[in-house]
């Protein structure tokens, strides 16, 4: 038992070091990234289940580190948070999606709006209001056409400061969304204190729709919340006719995912647009 005990102990040590070891390596490379031109961002439409039409897109960070290839988001933003990397390149990013939305304007393919994540460490970074405000007068992109995604424990990290600073970012104009809805802790009396614009479900509870009867009523609930608080709801990761019909029929409004189109490079976005004009 002590043998095996110790090679257990062994076991783990190597196993933490190549961890430790990946992450760093990761974090060397993601400082290098956006010198080397080596992130882009994609855009995923986001629909009115009603009618299909085009209503805005949320934009979605992709790196291509070299010869690693492609690299998820879940595998390296958390890296990016750690270690703060995550300001600067959520800046970028910001920068990037609003010249982008700007650009489809002044080209007439329409005001378009665009949404873009924001995490913790961002949110609380001092100067995350005055970011967004610089990034809006550089791109001369209309503040309406700009939303913020943050998720439940974003808000909660230090709920007065988020307040405040989703207060000011009120002021400035730009919508609010909170993300993946229903995974987090917020009770209905935070949601009250921000000033929000819209929920989006999050996509766990629209996986199993329409045969899952817990996510079919926690999905009904969720539409009625954002009824009550007089939000507009967005359906995540929706990817059939049948999860698409469901949440017609519950009165949600929009929807996001693999059904309608997945995230595209703003290239292909653009022929979208040219498109569906
Ligand atoms: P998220 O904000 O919840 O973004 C939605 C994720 O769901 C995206 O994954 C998208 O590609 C994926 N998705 C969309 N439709 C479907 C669908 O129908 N089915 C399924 N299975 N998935 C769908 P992605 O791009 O890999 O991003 C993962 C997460 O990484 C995001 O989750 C977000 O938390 C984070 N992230 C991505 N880009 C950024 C960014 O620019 N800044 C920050 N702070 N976080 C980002
Ligand atoms: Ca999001
Ligand atoms: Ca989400
Ligand atoms: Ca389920």
Redo the contacts with the bound molecule.
Sequence with gaps: AKSAGRNTYKFFTAEMNLQVRERLELENLLRQAEARNELS??Y?PQVELAGGRLIGC?????WHAGERGNI???RF?PV??DTGL?VP??RW?LKTACAQAQAWRQAGLGDLQVA????AV?LHHGDFVETVATVLAETGLPPDLLEI?L?ESTLMTDADSAAATLRALKVLGVGLAI??FGTGYSSLAYLKRFQLDRL?I??SFI?DLPADKDDANITRTIVGIARNLGLSVLA????TPAQHQFLLEHGCDEG????FS??LPAGSMEALLRATG
């Design positions: 961002v994609h995923q949320e934009a979605l960070l992709r998820p988001p879940d933003i990016a948070e995550i390149i959520g990013i873009v994540n924001a995490s961002q995604e998720t993300d993946d989006k999050d996509r996986n995540e990761g929706v990817e996001q995912g693999y059904l997945r995230p």
